[in-house]
Protein backbone atom coordinates (compact mmCIF):
# COMPACT_ATOMS: atom_id res chain seq x y z
CA UNK A 1 0.00 0.00 0.00
CA UNK A 2 1.76 2.78 -1.56
CA UNK A 3 5.44 3.73 -3.17
CA UNK A 4 6.46 2.07 -6.44
CA UNK A 5 7.26 -1.61 -7.83
CA UNK A 6 9.67 -2.32 -10.58
CA UNK A 7 9.67 -5.94 -12.18
CA UNK A 8 12.18 -6.65 -14.97
CA UNK A 9 13.13 -9.41 -17.14
CA UNK A 10 10.31 -12.12 -15.95
CA UNK A 11 9.76 -15.19 -17.63
CA UNK A 12 6.41 -16.50 -16.86
CA UNK A 13 3.19 -15.07 -15.64
CA UNK A 14 3.24 -11.94 -13.25
CA UNK A 15 0.17 -11.03 -11.18
CA UNK A 16 0.34 -7.67 -9.32
CA UNK A 17 -2.61 -6.76 -6.93
CA UNK A 18 -1.95 -2.60 -5.61
CA UNK A 19 -3.19 0.58 -3.27
CA UNK A 20 -2.03 3.33 -4.19
CA UNK A 21 1.54 1.87 -5.62
CA UNK A 22 2.80 2.55 -8.92
CA UNK A 23 3.50 0.11 -11.09
CA UNK A 24 6.19 -0.55 -13.71
CA UNK A 25 6.76 -3.96 -15.83
CA UNK A 26 9.01 -4.61 -18.76
CA UNK A 27 10.32 -7.04 -20.57
CA UNK A 28 7.91 -10.28 -19.49
CA UNK A 29 7.39 -13.24 -21.22
CA UNK A 30 4.12 -14.41 -19.93
CA UNK A 31 0.81 -13.19 -19.04
CA UNK A 32 0.58 -10.10 -17.15
CA UNK A 33 -2.39 -9.88 -14.59
CA UNK A 34 -2.40 -6.50 -12.84
CA UNK A 35 -5.50 -4.53 -10.02
CA UNK A 36 -4.24 -1.78 -9.18
CA UNK A 37 -6.23 1.62 -7.51
CA UNK A 38 -5.06 4.93 -7.18
CA UNK A 39 -1.74 5.05 -8.75
CA UNK A 40 -0.13 5.16 -12.37
CA UNK A 41 1.08 2.15 -14.69
CA UNK A 42 3.67 1.62 -17.17
CA UNK A 43 4.18 -2.07 -18.89
CA UNK A 44 5.82 -2.54 -21.53
CA UNK A 45 7.78 -5.28 -24.14
CA UNK A 46 5.22 -8.29 -22.71
CA UNK A 47 5.01 -11.06 -24.73
CA UNK A 48 2.20 -13.01 -23.34
CA UNK A 49 -1.46 -11.97 -22.42
CA UNK A 50 -1.98 -8.59 -20.35
CA UNK A 51 -4.91 -8.12 -18.19
CA UNK A 52 -5.69 -4.66 -16.45
CA UNK A 53 -8.06 -3.29 -13.99
CA UNK A 54 -7.03 0.40 -13.20
CA UNK A 55 -8.90 2.37 -10.71
CA UNK A 56 -7.81 6.05 -10.47
CA UNK A 57 -4.32 6.48 -12.57
CA UNK A 58 -3.75 6.70 -16.04
CA UNK A 59 -2.11 3.27 -18.06
CA UNK A 60 0.43 3.04 -20.61
CA UNK A 61 0.82 -1.04 -22.24
CA UNK A 62 4.04 -0.27 -24.84
CA UNK A 63 5.45 -2.81 -26.98
CA UNK A 64 2.89 -5.08 -26.64
CA UNK A 65 2.67 -8.62 -28.20
CA UNK A 66 -0.40 -10.55 -26.95
CA UNK A 67 -4.44 -9.82 -26.50
CA UNK A 68 -4.73 -7.08 -23.98
CA UNK A 69 -8.04 -6.18 -21.99
CA UNK A 70 -8.04 -3.40 -20.42
CA UNK A 71 -10.57 -1.65 -18.01
CA UNK A 72 -9.76 1.46 -16.52
CA UNK A 73 -11.74 3.96 -14.73
CA UNK A 74 -10.20 7.74 -13.91
CA UNK A 75 -7.25 7.83 -15.62
CA UNK A 76 -6.17 8.21 -19.88
CA UNK A 77 -4.65 5.41 -21.48
CA UNK A 78 -2.29 4.31 -24.17
CA UNK A 79 -2.16 0.64 -25.36
CA UNK A 80 0.46 0.35 -28.22
CA UNK A 81 1.02 -3.13 -29.85
CA UNK A 82 4.37 -4.01 -31.09
CA UNK A 83 3.00 -6.84 -32.87
CA UNK A 84 -0.91 -8.38 -33.16
CA UNK A 85 -0.66 -12.03 -33.76
CA UNK A 86 -3.15 -15.29 -33.30
CA UNK A 87 -6.39 -14.97 -32.52
CA UNK A 88 -7.21 -14.16 -29.13
CA UNK A 89 -9.55 -10.77 -29.35
CA UNK A 90 -8.75 -7.62 -26.87
CA UNK A 91 -10.95 -5.37 -25.30
CA UNK A 92 -10.29 -1.92 -24.20
CA UNK A 93 -12.64 -0.15 -21.98
CA UNK A 94 -12.16 3.52 -20.60
CA UNK A 95 -14.22 5.10 -18.36
CA UNK A 96 -13.62 9.00 -17.29
CA UNK A 97 -10.93 9.24 -19.49
CA UNK A 98 -8.71 9.22 -22.96
CA UNK A 99 -8.00 6.29 -24.98
CA UNK A 100 -4.61 6.40 -27.89
CA UNK A 101 -4.21 3.12 -29.09
CA UNK A 102 -1.15 2.25 -31.83
CA UNK A 103 -1.36 -0.53 -33.77
CA UNK A 104 1.87 -1.75 -35.83
CA UNK A 105 2.22 -1.13 -39.74
CA UNK A 106 2.14 -4.65 -40.07
CA UNK A 107 -1.17 -5.55 -38.07
CA UNK A 108 -3.79 -7.45 -39.59
CA UNK A 109 -7.18 -7.17 -37.44
CA UNK A 110 -10.41 -5.82 -37.42
CA UNK A 111 -11.30 -2.85 -34.96
CA UNK A 112 -14.07 -1.35 -33.65
CA UNK A 113 -13.97 1.91 -31.86
CA UNK A 114 -16.96 3.54 -29.83
CA UNK A 115 -17.17 6.95 -27.51
CA UNK A 116 -20.52 7.50 -25.47
CA UNK A 117 -19.23 10.99 -24.99
CA UNK A 118 -16.08 11.73 -26.88
CA UNK A 119 -14.77 11.95 -30.29
CA UNK A 120 -12.87 9.52 -32.71
CA UNK A 121 -10.10 10.26 -34.29
CA UNK A 122 -7.79 8.23 -36.76
CA UNK A 123 -4.59 8.65 -38.39
CA UNK A 124 -4.94 5.44 -40.06
CA UNK A 125 -6.30 5.56 -44.07
CA UNK A 126 -8.39 2.35 -43.33
CA UNK A 127 -9.86 3.36 -40.48
CA UNK A 128 -10.98 7.09 -40.55
CA UNK A 129 -13.50 8.44 -38.55
CA UNK A 130 -15.16 11.33 -40.19
CA UNK A 131 -15.82 14.65 -38.13
CA UNK A 132 -17.17 14.23 -34.19
CA UNK A 133 -17.25 10.48 -35.14
CA UNK A 134 -18.33 8.11 -31.80
CA UNK A 135 -18.68 4.80 -33.67
CA UNK A 136 -15.78 3.77 -36.32
CA UNK A 137 -14.84 0.40 -37.41
CA UNK A 138 -12.88 -1.00 -40.29
CA UNK A 139 -9.60 -3.96 -40.89
CA UNK A 140 -6.14 -3.34 -41.28
CA UNK A 141 -4.31 -5.76 -43.13
CA UNK A 142 -5.91 -8.57 -43.68
CA UNK A 143 -8.56 -7.81 -41.11
CA UNK A 144 -10.27 -10.96 -40.04
CA UNK A 145 -9.18 -11.54 -36.90
CA UNK A 146 -8.38 -11.09 -34.13
CA UNK A 147 -11.06 -8.08 -33.01
CA UNK A 148 -10.16 -5.33 -31.30
CA UNK A 149 -13.17 -3.90 -29.25
CA UNK A 150 -12.43 -0.07 -28.14
CA UNK A 151 -14.95 1.29 -25.99
CA UNK A 152 -14.52 4.81 -24.31
CA UNK A 153 -16.67 7.62 -22.56
CA UNK A 154 -13.95 10.02 -23.57
CA UNK A 155 -12.04 10.73 -26.50
CA UNK A 156 -10.35 7.87 -28.66
CA UNK A 157 -7.14 8.51 -31.15
CA UNK A 158 -6.25 5.59 -33.27
CA UNK A 159 -2.66 5.56 -35.16
CA UNK A 160 0.00 3.04 -36.55
CA UNK A 161 3.59 3.30 -35.11
CA UNK A 162 4.84 2.96 -31.56
CA UNK A 163 5.34 5.97 -29.49
CA UNK A 164 9.05 6.35 -27.60
CA UNK A 165 9.02 3.85 -24.58
CA UNK A 166 8.71 5.15 -21.10
CA UNK A 167 12.06 5.51 -19.33
CA UNK A 168 12.30 3.49 -16.24
CA UNK A 169 12.98 5.33 -12.99
Not at 6 to 13: E, P
Not at 37 to 63: F, N, S
Not at 85 to 106: E, H, I, M, Q, W
Amino acid sequence: DGGSLYGKGNQGSVTVRSRRTEVKLEGITGEVDLDTTGAAVVVQKITGHVTAVVYGGDVQLLEIQGAVNLDIGGGNSEVAWAAIAGDKDSLLKSNNGDLTVRFPASASCRVTARSSSGHITSDIPTLKAPADATEIQGTLGQGQRPQIEIEADGNVHLSTGAKSPAAPS
